[in-house]
């Protein structure tokens, strides 16, 4: 069966320092791999899509970056967080067109 | 505005009750997904909906899709404790498989 990691679980990062969320998958091969962000109160923001090895789109601009250097490896950094970063943070997986996306635990990012 | 919007934001129902999630979409939807969060976990899938007038269900959770494909609902029969959380629907608006998401509702049951 398949599954996703998210590491960490929680984060607490001073504004300006670096970053890097890390989200695995296991048990399948070219998922495609999503990072949302979570903000208080509100819905679900897609901000990085990636269809394989390399392959990035960007939702919105921002202060972060994506990267794929593995099939089922997804990481998400920033060299400079702002405290505007702060939010919950998912990875998600999915086989392709028409299927669920699945999640992870998540990664609360809290900003000093 | 919201592309999709949820109703309502938040619920309390009592234990037994039966309640409705609604989820509206101004556009035609490729497909809808409901999840439901717990809060500070992950989204756990709960059914998809892609064909106009598909009803799917799942113990006592029942999704709906209507003919248009612009809106959907959960309905939840004799609520337990255990469907206590956020429930948000995620639609695929413009057939590319990215997801947009409701805010949610806050479902709270109580004895």
């Known amino acids: 069966s398949q599954t996703i990691h998210q590491w960490p679980a929680t984060l607490v990062q001073p504004v300006g320092s670096p970053l890097s969320l890390e989200c695995t998958v296991e048990g399948t091969s070219n998922p495609n791999l999503y990072w949302y962000r979570q903000a208080a109160g509100r819905g679900l923001q897609l901000l990085f899509y990636s269809v394989g090895i390399g392959q990035i789109s960007s939702e919105v601009p921002q202060n972060l970056s994506a990267s794929r250097p593995q099939d089922r490896q997804f990481i998400l950094s920033s060299k400079k967080l702002l405290l505007s970063d702060s939010g919950f943070y998912l990875c998600?997986?999915?086989?392709?067109?028409?299927?669920?996306?699945?999640f992870g635990d998540g990664t609360r990012l809290s900003i000093l | 505005s919201q592309e999709l919007e949820q109703s309502p934001q938040s619920l309390i129902v009592q234990e037994g009750k039966n309640l409705t999630i609604n989820c509206t979409s101004s556009k035609t939807l490729y497909g809808l997904y409901w999840y439901k969060q717990k809060y500070g976990e992950g989204l756990i899938f709960l059914m998809m909906?892609?064909?106009?007038?598909e009803e799917k269900s799942h113990e006592k959770i029942t999704a709906k899709l209507d003919e248009k494909k612009q809106q959907s609902s959960l309905h939840i029969t004799a609520s337990q404790p255990s469907h206590a959380g956020i429930y948000l629907c995620?639609?695929?608006?413009?057939?590319?498989?990215?997801?947009?998401f409701g805010t949610g509702t806050r479902l709270t049951i109580i004895p």
């Open positions: 995620g639609a695929d608006l413009w057939g590319n498989e990215k997801l947009t």
């Open positions: 909906l892609q064909k106009g007038g």
């Open positions: 998600a997986w999915n086989r392709g067109s028409n299927q669920p996306q699945h």
